[in-house]
């Protein structure tokens, strides 16, 4: 079955929730609003289940557990993703919910009203409670949850223009965009943003691809390749991700590379010789080899072998359907989300990218959860 922009396909029976709103028990499904033209992000939100989520922020972003629980974890953090998908103000966001929505999002009843934070609560949650470093955490344990649910064994990794304002006076001027912008270096596991670390405008991209090896260790995904432009070719980017993912580097070369000496075979099998010691030998496999290698200070030269195979491969991809693709998401990112720093004071910004870049996350999550395809497709939340 076709699925076009206005069509969705739902791969499997979706789960019945049961919840008690003002004394009457609701049961509701998110089928019952697969084929509506325009629904509350709320709805779709009540049907997501993020309580690991919630519990992981209770026990590692709140010193004092006893008091601090005037409002639902899991619901604000559902609220945020409201806030910054509808792109108000923390006091907009508050004053245009209504008291169905808040419900919905998992606020709970008293004395027969639904409590709502304020702007100021909702900020104080973003800015002071979660900060930076809980927005990390949340954007790994929703990355990992996102690799689980992908089809997808492929990766990729690119980075994005964040515009600045023409006045700003702390973003860099990049010539090559011909603007002021700071970057988002995003990784991907298919068409699936995972994890994402944010820089300055004129920042190489090659030292970023450390902390995103990281990241796909700590969710436990599973690749085969993982693809990158030229701007993160370098023996040691081939080697670390052959080792440490066990998967392919498809990283662009340029067309003035060439084969490298000290990655041919004979030089492999040299070097394997001398640890001999270490129980090397030129007789064992080849991924022993790399590995004896790898693991006694002959990294690049791991790399060098790596990037030899790749050049000489004449099916090897090139740069040009990775930058088409990554630019599809990433323009898809910002045309359903404010993914720029314009106007964001300095010391937010990164902040902001983040909480706005988590927000994409959920709203996949929404759709993969429930197996409706295309995953990407949020035209139906308002």
């Known amino acids: 079955m076709p699925t076009g922009s206005n069509t969705f396909l739902c791969l499997h029976m979706m789960t019945e929730f049961s919840k008690v709103y003002k004394g009457v028990l609701i049961t509701d499904s998110l089928e019952n609003y697969i084929n509506k033209e325009h629904v509350s992000l709320c709805q779709f939100l009540f049907f997501l289940n993020i309580a690991d989520i919630a519990q992981y922020v209770k026990n590692n972003f709140y010193t004092d557990k ?86 997808s064994n492929e990766a990729k990794l690119d980075s994005t223009l964040l515009e600045a304002s023409r006045y700003s006076k702390n973003s860099k001027f990049n010539p090559h965009y011909e603007c002021k912008m700071d970057k988002a270096h995003i990784t991907m596991i298919g068409t699936y943003p995972v994890y994402m670390t944010y820089t300055d405008g004129l920042a190489g991209d090659s030292p970023e691809l450390p902390s995103h090896i990281d990241a796909l260790l700590k969710m436990d995904a599973n690749i085969d390749e993982y693809r990158l432009d030229g701007a993160y070719d370098s023996f040691q980017n081939h080697a670390d991700i052959w080792y440490k993912l066990n998967a392919n580097p498809l990283i662009s070369l340029g067309v003035d590379a060439v084969i490298n000496d000290e990655g041919k075979l004979e030089r492999i099998d040299h070097w394997a010789n001398k640890m001999w010691k270490l129980g090397g030998s030129k007789y064992m496999n080849i991924v022993e080899k790399l590995e004896l290698l790898y693991e006694n200070d002959r990294q690049e030269q791991v790399g060098m072998y790596i990037r030899n195979k790749n050049l000489e491969d004449k099916s090897f991809p090139d740069s040009i359907t990775l930058r088409q693709e990554c630019e599809r998401i990433h323009g898809h990112i910002k045309n359903t989300l404010k993914f720029d720093v314009r106007y964001i004071v300095d010391e937010s910004r990164e902040l902001y990218v983040k909480l706005n870049f988590i927000t994409y996350q959920l709203l996949l999550l929404i759709n993969l959860a429930n197996g409706i395809e295309p995953a990407n497709a949020f035209e139906k939340f308002i």
Do not use: C
């Open 66 to 151: 006893t008091w601090h629980f005037k409002y639902d974890v899991e619901a604000m953090i559902k609220l945020v993703v409201v806030k910054f998908f509808r792109q108000k103000s923390f006091k907009k966001t508050i004053s245009n919910l209504t008291e169905e929505e808040a419900w919905l999002l998992g606020f709970q009843e008293k004395d027969n009203k639904i409590p709502i934070p304020t702007g100021s609560a909702l900020h104080h949650f973003v800015k002071y409670r979660l900060g930076v470093e809980g927005i990390d955490e949340i954007m790994l344990m929703l990355g990992k949850k996102i690799a689980k649910l992908s089809n």
